[in-house]
């Protein structure tokens, strides 16, 4: 029995001390392109703001605020009308969901965790969606490097990324949003991987007898096909990137975690009740307008 502690001495890995080496490697000789990618990343975020019209929260008068925050309401839910094929339920369900929000004085949280969102999602689909037509074309880097990538984030717990993008990235919105791109990345990697293996090989074939080149076939014929795939996977990373920069908010990203951290903190049913409320709201908004988005490609 008393051997037990003495193999497990031994035998004991150091991977944290290793990985703690890493991060200090990368923090020593990479921090110029950290602060570049912090730089575009903040960059991102405050023209998402501006074009929100959070500028006008410093103003003395509060009636500036209101009507661009108003006029930001009419035009997302003019936008759910014509991506849902011009159906009144959703643009009213948008409208008045957003009123909500307004209304609990969560509109300035709300709009950060949008601006947030989009960033992340942006930057996700540029990297995610190129990553799986690259596993679509490349079945030896499929299986040996992309899979076992995307199996390894998508099992890593969530609060786990928030350690090195503090120490990358500092606390604040850059942090946050560089652990929810690596967190929401996976699903639209995946499904545009599924998607284009999809497409029939008849239809393949068709493309290069007509002497279609390997990019004219990927962007007329598999991609077009492959659209409503896609769109799912687009969906799914926005979602989790929703729900990831609600827990950024433990690291200084703000946004609508923040009241819900409040509630979890200072037991405040009502303050953690009306962020969640919010919350879910922009998720409802977010996933029915892409759903119809994909919806309307597949016909």
Known sequence: MNSLP????????????????????????????FDAVAFVVEGMVDAFEFVFGLQFINQESDVIFTIAAFIIIVIISLLAWLASGKKIGLTIGTFLGLTLIYSVDLWESAVETIALVLVAAVIALLIGIPLGIAASRNQRLSESVIRPALDFMQTMPAFVYLIPAVIFFGLGPVA????????????VVRLTN??????????????????????????????????????????????????MVVIASMIGAGGLGNPVLTGITSLDIGTGFEGGVSVVVLAMILDRITQALGESSSK
Do not use: C, H
Not at 177 to 184: E, L, Q, R
């Open 6 to 33: 003495i193999l497990s001495t031994l035998f004991r890995l150091e991977l944290g001390e290793w990985f703690e080496k890493l991060i200090d490697f990368l923090t020593n000789y990479f921090s110029w392109l």
């Open 176 to 187: 946050g949003a560089i652990a929810t791109i690596i967190f929401s990345m996976p699903p």
């Open 194 to 243: 599924l998607g284009i293996r999809q497409v029939p090989e008849e239809v393949i074939e068709a493309g290069k007898s007509l002497g279609s080149t390997p990019k004219q076939l990927l962007l007329k014929v598999q991609l077009p096909i492959a659209l409503p795939t896609i769109l799912a996977g687009v969906n799914q990373t926005i979602l989790l990137a929703l729900s």
